[in-house]
């Protein structure tokens, strides 16, 4: 049986998601406000963020969604459990997102999960680290391929990882650092180890060579 989890009891948007959410209407044709659902969804898990340490999206701010966007509520849960990057359940203040699709798992990636469990002592998937700092999620491929192995943290792209740089990872997390994004190998974005091997030449000003 599925873990009951506690809901809160109501949700409304506060000024900052208000302003954020009329912003993003804006974009839609009058009646075509539906389609303004997922980025109003994440606008919502945002505010639990801030509110509670946790992004996830309860019911109640499912209900909220459903209600601003004037659409029935059984839509606005079909999509929010339907993509992974709505969580449906509170999480921990980091989520740990580890691609283990076929690239990131040939370059690696059993280092990065085993690391990561090493450090959190979080041993299975969907699990909340007892402290409640970290929350470890086995996600299908990022698209980041080329800087494989991946692990996405919140909304971030660390890149080029292995056991190591996983560990000095989150020992930085702990301490409420938030290192730089990207290659974790000092790539130059993509390009291959050791830096360019074309274009190596910048550009003048004016278009000149």
């Not at 601003?68 to 997102?97: D, K, S």
């Not at 192995?149 to 792209?157: C, H, K, N």
């Not at 000092?186 to 180890?193: C, H, I, L, T």
């Not at 050791?194 to 550009?203: E, S, V």
Request: aromatic letters at 6%; proline letters at 8%.
């Amino acid at each position: 049986m599925a873990e009951e989890i506690e809901q809160p009891a109501a949700f409304a948007f506060d000024a900052a998601s208000e302003a954020e959410i009329a912003r993003i209407i804006a974009k839609y044709p009058p009646g075509r406000q539906a389609s303004a659902v997922i980025p109003v969804l994440y606008v919502a898990q945002a505010q639990m963020r801030r509110s509670s340490g946790s992004a996830w999206v309860p019911r109640a701010a499912m209900d909220a969604v459903a209600a601003r966007l004037g659409m029935p509520p059984i839509r606005v849960y079909e999509v929010a459990t339907f993509y992974l990057m709505f969580n449906t359940r509170p999480i921990g203040r980091h989520h740990l997102q580890v691609c283990t699709t076929t690239p990131c798992w040939l370059r690696g990636s059993d280092e990065v999960v085993a690391a990561c469990r090493e450090a959190t002592g979080i041993r299975h998937w969907g699990e909340t680290s007892a402290d409640g700092m970290f929350t470890m999620t086995e996600v299908e491929c990022l698209g980041a391929c080329v800087n494989a192995p991946i692990l996405q943290v919140d909304d971030d792209y660390y890149e080029d990882m292995d056991a190591e740089r996983t560990r000095a990872l989150l020992a930085a997390l702990r301490r409420g650092e938030r290192p730089p994004a990207g290659s974790m190998a000092g790539r130059q974005g993509s390009a291959p180890e050791g830096g360019p091997t074309t274009l190596l030449t910048p550009a003048q000003p004016g278009g000149a060579e």
